[in-house]
């Protein structure tokens, strides 16, 4: 028998948000119904339910009256909108209100949630895990960067009737954030791609940053076979604090605390940067760059296990997936190619990119060029230091350093001396970056961009491409 379609009702709507009433017994006939929960005026509909939330630039109150002219079936705020001619839902806090309809929308369906969250990686393991499903299931994901406490939960809330899975990418920037997104999303299955110290600004330190990750682990149901529980194998403690919280837990990896079967068979690197290697004798071909995708291919693969995907679906649909925008793409512009992975950065994104340039063939110079990394509080001197002191050593041709990178530079003498004078050059920011980018790079050379999203490095883009004479390709 195939399940009842899911309806917005007056009663759900009560039910979700622990309201009292809702349509009387008997309801009406047909009962009030809604087509969906919306956030926005802009998209809004006839008969949606508009849920006014507060933002850092606007206030979802002061758009009740123009989500009324557009015809919505109901409104969702935390003060009395005055004169409503539609049903109007009062609620303490209407981010928590998005939160409770999504939960409601999740627990009427069937389909296994697999949640996802991590310092690095999350939004490279989603996709190539909607890859490895593609075969088995009909999976709905999270879409863009939208992965919070709002868009997780409209994620949830646009899921097709037709889905049989549900992939959320899950992130956080502040204590107890993954904690609600897992009370709102009950993954089935939970993944933590890894932890280094990203978000350290509210998050504190590693060990905050590891506990905050971990929170998404300890909803999921006790141990099954193969685990529900998966992680990557880096740090070294993540495998072993997964393992406090579930004692039987999924390690993907390359290390030798990885699973033998979650590890790398056969692995080799080819010219541009990508990997291929085998998983349970089925061929893998990477198309993203780094052996750090190699890592995340396997957490992908593991997750496509425990949903009982065929090894050579899993491994191929896997293979078909390319890099996200600005997330490890390599493009071509003339002479020049460009590994673009600047939508986002921490310690260990930008050692991971160092080291896929470094094993991608040249004809050319390679050329780091990087970019502050952001959110990082009172230890982010400390840690580009650090970041800055180890991607020196890895035998770049040259460094263009810009943001807390460069400042990084100077109070680092002892590391910077051995150098050559023209292998580390220091710019204030992107605008001096783009007027000095025809002096620092040659035709052939081949240049990484990485750094945090806010920094908007990939303003340096067109200049390169003009650069290498011709438009990039992706």
């Given amino acids: ?34 087509e969906r929960i919306c956030t926005d005026t802009r998209i809004l509909r006839r008969g949606h339910v508009s849920v006014a939330l507060r933002g850092e630039r606007f206030d979802g109150h002061d758009f009740i009256a123009r989500a009324v002219q557009s015809g919505c079936g109901a409104v969702v705020a935390d003060r009395d909108p005055g004169e409503c001619p539609v049903p109007f839902y009062r609620v303490p806090d209407t981010l928590k209100a998005l939160g409770d309809l999504a939960l409601h929308r999740r627990l009427q369906s069937a389909v296994p949630v697999v949640g996802i969250t991590g310092s690095s990686g999350k939004t490279t393991v989603k996709d190539l895990t909607l890859g490895a499903l593609a075969a088995s299931h009909r999976a709905h994901g999270t879409e863009a960067n939208r992965n919070n406490r709002v868009g997780a939960p409209l994620t949830i809330l646009s899921m097709p009737e037709t889905a049989t899975a549900l992939v959320l990418e899950l992130g956080t920037n502040e204590p107890g954030e993954i904690a609600e997104l897992a009370r709102i999303a009950r993954p089935a299955i939970g993944v933590v791609t890894t932890v280094s110290e990203t978000h350290v600004e509210r998050l504190g330190d590693l060990g905050g940053v590891l506990n905050e990750k971990l929170d998404l682990l300890r909803p999921i149901g006790a141990s099954a076979a193969p685990p529900a529980a998966i992680v990557g194998d880096e740090p070294a403690q993540l495998p072993h604090a997964a393992r406090t919280i579930h004692p039987d837990v999924s390690v993907a990896g390359w290390s030798s ?9 056969a692995p080799r690197r080819r010219p541009d940067g990508t990997w291929t290697f085998s ?20 957490l992908a693969l593991a997750v496509a296990r425990r949903l009982n995907v065929p090894p050579a679906s899993a491994a191929a649909g896997v293979s078909s997936v390319g ?15 460009l590994l673009v992975d600047c939508y986002n ?10 080291t896929t340039l470094k094993g991608m063939a040249a004809e050319g110079r390679r050329v780091a060029v990087l970019g502050s990394m952001l959110e990082l509080g009172e230890r982010s001197a400390f840690i580009h230091r650090e970041t800055l002191a180890s991607a020196l050593r890895s035998g770049i041709d040259r460094y263009v350093l810009t943001g807390a990178f460069a400042r990084a530079a100077a109070e680092l003498a002892d590391e910077l001396a051995p150098l050559a004078a023209d292998r580390v050059h220091l710019v204030h920011d992107v605008d001096e970056l783009a007027d000095r980018l025809p002096e620092l790079v040659g035709p052939r050379d081949t240049i990484l961009l990485k750094a945090s999203r806010g920094v908007r490095l990939e303003r340096a883009i067109p200049v390169l491409e003009s650069l290498g004479g011709g438009e990039g390709d992706a």
């Fill in 1 to 34: 028998m195939m399940p009842a379609t899911f309806r917005w009702t007056d009663s759900a709507v009560c039910r979700a948000l622990g309201l009292p009433g809702g349509d009387p017994l008997p309801p009406p006939d047909p009962p009030r119904a809604y």
């Fill in 257 to 265: 605390a990885a699973d033998p079967d979650l590890r790398p068979a």
């Fill in 279 to 298: 998983w349970m004798d089925h061929p893998v071909r990477l198309r993203i760059p780094g052996a750090h995708n190699v890592h995340n291919a396997l």
């Fill in 323 to 337: 890099p996200g925008a600005m997330r490890g793409e390599v493009r071509r512009a003339g002479g020049l190619t």
């Fill in 345 to 354: 950065a921490n310690a260990a994104g930008v050692a991971a990119a160092v």
